[in-house]
């Protein structure tokens, strides 16, 4: 197969990365703390901790983990936490001890939850308090025989420390009762491991480092397969692809709002930014725009994540104003399409063109990336050096330039598979090692890919193909929508018809507006025959609209 894509790649950019200088990532990270024990590594309300503080305090939970508790290597450790201070400490002490991250999302549901900790054979799990009597719920009925607790404050400074702790436990009433057998807190592990010396494990390419569930916006949660060569890899593609950008830049400094439970945020800015001895400044609650605005005027950030909600509802905060984008070199959008309309309008605001990236949990994720140099298109980029894409009919095979089909990847950072799911990885992999992601798109002759939609996503209106991203694209750019969801719902004339759902900013926008609207701009059969207005949207803890709970109402 032609790499088409080689000769839109930016001057200098290897058509493969090297091998890269780490062979875990345990060895990336402590690569850093050997490198840049002075640079700070994680600030968070206030407090931050050097990447010398990382490496004592990692050290100590590792020394728990082993020493205390007794796992040993392979065995699994969830973390079930916001973006606070104790999640990089418990991520990097679960590796120096051997052990498998499986990271939770500390709002599942205890139905959820118990999934997740029973599929994964988790035997300890540190959790937020907060939400710890969820996991009171169902840990009767999984493997988890350790219990860690942390409060929000615990890793803050004194007197900040004792005071959010005790607000949240006493005054805002935010941690419900819970009781546990072998409870430790996070502050007891610590000096738990407290001058205990720790039995290194080996570590290498072939061992998982995360088990990384699915966002079960398609099925039930599955837990990928990460290799510590899957998640290196793509650290180090990361880095190549972005090298220029940080030119007389150091350290980097990266706006961290996305939960580093998501692989988006755990790859693009914990493990990215950590390997260059840049520092993350973390969000625990990113929902709080006004607070969240605040927060980062206060920075000089060289790095932005965010998904296309997260994006406009910023714009949308009256502090936004106050940030100062000067120093930004990447602003990465993922997760889900970037819309056009707030790609321009990031533009106009800032300045900067959102980089729009492609990828999966499965492939750790970044796999397809626009070039940094470049405005927005609509493209999602050009394969990442030492990866392929292929454009696949319904047999598996190869389609022509221009054809839509099946985006396939293949890459060292594709996963090794889905845990305990041999019959559901067989369907997922074709044959030479080439991953179906299930979303439809084209390549053009310059091997810039174009994503067109879900493939479950589609609505079939008369027999023609409807992709719900265009018409929801075509929705936002009226002055006043904010978001925009389309769906297909049974219709006994077309098989199925279009209905929108719309938020917006300014409440005199009429049904009528947006049908007008879309009669402007899309043919007959794509237009809306109903349109439904919400205060909000369903959507995911990294902010992806959740189309199937529509359509599930």
Not at 22 to 42: C, G, K, M, T
Not at 300 to 315: C, G, I, P, R, Y
Request: proline share 5%; glycine share 8%; net charge negative.
């Amino acid at each position: 197969m032609e790499k088409v894509w080689l000769k839109s790649y930016p001057e200098g950019m290897p058509a493969e990365v090297p091998e890269p200088p780490y062979r875990s990532v345990r060895e990336l990270f402590e690569q850093a703390f050997e490198a840049y024990p002075e640079n700070a590594a994680y600030t968070n309300m206030g407090k931050t901790l050097s990447y010398a503080d990382l490496d004592r305090l990692s050290m100590q939970f590792a020394c728990y983990l082993q020493d205390t508790l007794g796992l040993t290597r392979g065995e699994r450790v969830a973390i079930m936490l916001p973006n606070v201070l104790q999640y990089p400490v418990a991520m990097c002490g679960i590796f120096r001890a051997g052990l498998v991250v499986v990271n939770v999302n500390p709002l599942y549901t205890a139905r959820e939850l118990e999934h997740q900790l029973k599929d994964s054979g988790a035997k300890c799990i540190l959790v937020l308090e907060n939400f710890a009597h969820t996991l009171e719920e169902v840990i009767a009925e999984t493997n988890v025989s350790h219990v860690v607790t942390t409060g929000i404050g615990d890793l803050l400074s004194w007197p900040k420390s004792v005071i959010t702790n005790f607000v949240l436990r006493h005054i805002k009433k935010a941690v419900p009762a819970y009781r546990f057998e072998n409870q430790f807190t996070f502050k007891q592990a610590l000096k738990a491991g407290t001058g205990k010396v720790l039995n290194e494990v080996e570590l290498g390419y072939a061992d998982i480092a995360f088990l990384q569930y699915t966002g079960g916006t398609t099925g039930v949660s599955r837990g990928a397969m990460l290799s510590h060569r899957n998640m290196v890899y793509n650290v180090y593609q990361s880095i190549v692809w972005q090298a220029d950008s940080y030119a007389g830049v150091q350290p980097i400094i990266a706006i961290t709002a996305l939960p580093l439970y998501h692989i988006f945020s755990l790859q693009g800015n914990c493990l990215t930014v950590m390997a260059q001895g840049g520092e993350n400044i973390l969000i625990t609650n990113p929902r709080d725009f006004e607070a969240f605005a605040k927060e980062i005027a206060k920075v000089e950030f060289n790095l932005f994540t965010s998904v296309n909600t997260m994006f406009a509802a910023l714009m949308d905060t009256p502090s936004f104003s106050r940030i100062d984008f000067s120093n930004l070199r990447v602003c990465i959008g993922g997760g889900m399409a970037v819309q056009a309309a707030i790609a321009k309008e990031w533009h106009e605001k800032t300045g900067n063109w959102i980089l729009q990236g492609y990828g999966l949990t499965e492939t750790s994720p970044a796999a397809i990336v626009c070039r940094i140099d470049a405005e927005f298109t609509g493209t999602i980029g050009l394969p990442l050096p030492s990866t392929e894409v292929m454009i696949a009919g319904d047999d598996g095979n190869p389609l022509a330039i221009g054809e839509i089909g099946e985006i396939c990847i293949r890459g060292p950072q594709v996963m090794e598979g889905y845990w305990h799911r041999p019959a559901e990885t067989a369907e997922t992999m074709l044959p030479g090692g080439w991953l179906r992601t299930g979303d439809i798109g084209r390549m053009d002759d310059a091997g810039y890919t174009f994503i067109e939609d879900r493939k479950k996503d589609m609505i079939l209106v008369s027999g023609f193909n409807v992709y719900p991203n265009e018409i929801e694209n075509v929705i936002v750019e009226m002055e006043g929508v904010l978001e925009a969801a389309a769906i297909g719902m049974p219709d006994e004339r077309s098989g199925e018809i279009v209905k929108a759902f719309v938020v917006r900013k300014d409440a005199s926008v009429t049904e009528q507006d947006v049908k007008d609207h879309c009669r402007e701009n899309l043919t007959n059969y794509k237009r809306p025959k109903f349109v439904e207005f919400r205060d909000d949207l369903p959507k995911t803890n990294v902010g992806k609209i959740l189309r199937r709970a529509l359509r599930d109402e």
